[in-house]
């Protein structure tokens, strides 16, 4: 499970070093790279086999509901395959950068089955939203038996 945070430079061509411990789940879970996609404030990175079960997922959707539609087009059209280079770094394509607004310093945020690719301003800022309303949410995942 990928977990914790973790801030590097994206270089000028658009590289970023995985940190060695999602390295490691990757290699363990033996994936020879990640898909990357578009979300509304980040990137999410999903590890081969976890993209696999999702797209299972999302084909068996009804081709013409439009929420669907909608999700496959913001979603699934976005995702990017990222191979792992020799040093560790994938290959950030400009318009997925363009999208999350990357530019220098990122904040990599493991979320379990999956990895996030933050600017770095804007996920402290999300986090800040988030712990303004955290008693509302704890009280929300109490609910669900969390």
């Not at 945020?109 to 949410?137: C, P, S, V």
Request: hydrophobic share 40%; charged share 25%; aromatic share 10%.
């Amino acid at each position: 499970m990928f977990g914790g945070w973790s801030i590097h430079n994206l270089d000028s061509k658009g590289r970023l070093a995985i940190p060695a411990k999602f390295r490691s789940i990757l290699n363990q879970q033996g994936s020879q790279g990640i898909y990357v996609t578009t979300s509304t404030k980040c990137l999410v990175c999903y590890p081969d086999q976890e993209w696999s079960v999702l797209t299972d997922k999302v084909s068996k959707l009804p081709l013409l509901d439009k929420k669907a539609q909608a999700f496959r087009r913001y979603f699934i059209s976005g995702a990017t395959p990222c191979i792992l280079d020799k040093q560790g770094r994938i290959l950030i394509p400009p318009v997925l950068r363009d999208m999350a607004g990357l530019d220098g310093q990122v904040l990599l945020a493991g979320m379990q089955k999956t990895f996030e690719i933050w600017d770095k301003d804007l996920f402290y800022e999300e986090r800040r939203k988030i712990a303004e309303e955290f008693d509302d949410l704890s009280t929300a995942m109490a609910e669900l038996g969390i």
